[in-house]
């Protein structure tokens, strides 16, 4: 986060000392753009107050934003992030989100671990390429300079 208090001191806090940040602040925080930050908006995984017609997020936001971007690198969808979110406010104890949470990242695991076996036997398909390759373009090589020896070798000397 940047120390660039100036721009968070509370004007008007959900709760008291609460921070609240603009949309700047989080795009600057967390390397998004302000754009992104809205879509995420529109998406109805965020909901900032508004104050003065300015966006203003509070700390809940910017967990939540911090979740979403957790679960994209993770490769949920946006629709299962915002399943995970919902069930926050739905569910005290947060048993239910844990255990969703938990089946989610474990459907990931077996996708990842199928591209990764698809990945090992496309580069070992590739390897398997490059050395055929390798060994037909040197012996190609080998055979056109014996060729030009040979001619070379036949030429008439003057």
């Known amino acids: 986060m940047s120390t660039n208090q100036e721009c968070r ?4 806090p959900t ?48 967990a939540r934003l911090k979740l979403i971007l ?11 992030i915002r399943e995970l979110l919902d069930l926050y406010d739905v569910d005290h104890d947060h048993v239910e989100q844990m255990t969703q949470t ?8 077996i996708e990842l671990e199928q591209q990764l076996t698809e990945l090992q036997t496309t580069l070992s398909e590739l390897r398997e390429l490059e050395t055929l390759l390798v060994a037909t ?9 014996t060729h030009r ?3 070379a070798e036949e030429l008439p000397t003057s």
Do not use: C, H, W
């Not at 998004?32 to 203003?56: C, H, K, T, W």
């Not at 373009?137 to 300079?145: E, L």
């Open 15 to 62: 709760r008291s000392d609460a921070p609240i940040y603009s949309i700047g602040d989080l795009a600057a925080d967390l390397g998004l753009s302000p754009r992104a930050i809205r879509f995420y908006e529109d998406q109805g995984m965020l909901a900032p107050q508004r104050v003065g017609g300015n966006r203003v997020y509070s700390q809940r936001d910017l």
């Open 149 to 151: 020896q040979k001619n």
């Open 102 to 109: 938990l089946a989610k990242g474990r459907a990931r695991i």
């Open 137 to 145: 373009i040197n012996q190609r090589k080998a055979g056109a300079a």
């Open 9 to 12: 001191t509370p004007e008007r």
């Open 70 to 80: 957790r679960g994209k690198r993770l490769g949920f969808s946006l629709s299962d």
